[in-house]
């Protein structure tokens, strides 16, 4: 039975993984300009696919880590926001993992569920700035919960086909908070977020509104992949060009129209090539 993982669990495998792409940059790329592909899908298909794509991507370039697909049926039941589990083969350790396909700008950390974080820092009052409060405010139950969530984020950017799989450091952005400002007004803005920012009245992240009448990209914990950079590591070690495969769309598109026996012999040439593949990582 798989134990649960740590932070530093969660730190070696980024570790591992950026080790990978490092030595075989061509593996991620391959990866994530198929994924971004499904985009010319539909506009939310390569996020469901992402976490099918990233699961096989372990699999079979790890040797040391396996990986499961959540997958959605089990959404309500799950515990912590994971679409994958990965787990270590040397540890033994469970690792769930929340993957998010963003674009190149704002970025959802975290949905809050509970709703509990708005209602937190609207006990605080409207502009908080002493660091007694704003420590109180991030060691509380909602901010903790939310910075021990193992979140993957990859971002793209259409417009100049490139991509990145960047990961928030939380310890680094909570430590850098002098200011938390509640803004409920101007750029067409509907719903009250609370800003926290650094020195020189910087971005670092924001709260969105958590009521009742908000969904689950209207509140929680957001950031912003361009204001925020400097919060950021890159598991791809910096900015990496992606195409769109315009056969693997061709591929999807006779997939659904051919019987299982179509299928079986389509696989046995992906796994040749999957194959093919691993015989040149390094």
């Not at 990961?167 to 938390?180: E, L, T």
Request: charged share 25%; glycine share 6%.
């Amino acid at each position: 039975m798989p134990m649960a993982a740590s932070a530093s669990e969660f730190s070696e495998f980024k570790k591992r993984l950026k080790l990978l792409i490092s030595k075989n940059p061509d593996l991620i790329t391959l990866t994530l300009s198929n994924i971004f592909t499904m985009r010319l899908l539909g506009n939310k298909t390569h996020g469901d696919l992402a976490e099918v794509g990233i699961t096989e991507f372990v699999n079979q370039y790890m040797y040391d880590y396996r990986a499961l697909h959540v997958g959605k049926d089990r959404f309500r039941a799950k515990e912590s926001e994971e679409d994958i589990q990965v787990i270590s083969e040397i540890s033994n350790a469970r690792i769930p993992i929340s993957l998010k396909a963003y674009g190149d700008g704002p970025l959802q950390l975290s949905t809050d569920k509970a709703g509990e974080m708005f209602p937190l820092l609207k006990s605080f009052g409207s502009k908080i700035t002493s660091s007694t409060d704003i420590s109180s405010v991030l060691k509380s139950q909602p901010f903790v919960s939310t910075a021990s969530l193992y979140i993957l984020p990859l971002i793209y950017s259409e417009v100049n086909k490139k991509c990145n799989i960047l990961v928030f450091d939380y310890k680094r952005a909570f430590a850098d908070v002098k200011q938390i400002e509640l803004a409920d007004s101007g750029n067409g803005r509907k719903h009250p977020v609370y800003r926290f920012t650094g020195k020189k009245d910087s971005y670092i992240f924001e709260v969105r509104y958590g009521g009742a009448s908000a969904n689950a990209l209207q509140r929680g914990l957001w950031t912003h992949t361009k204001n925020a950079l400097t919060y950021f590591d890159s598991v791809t070690d910096g900015w990496i060009d992606y195409s769109h495969n315009l056969v693997l769309v061709e591929l999807f598109s006779h997939a659904l129209v051919t019987n299982a026996a179509g299928h079986s012999a389509a696989l046995i040439e992906l796994k040749n090539s999957i194959e093919s593949i691993k015989k040149g990582i390094q």
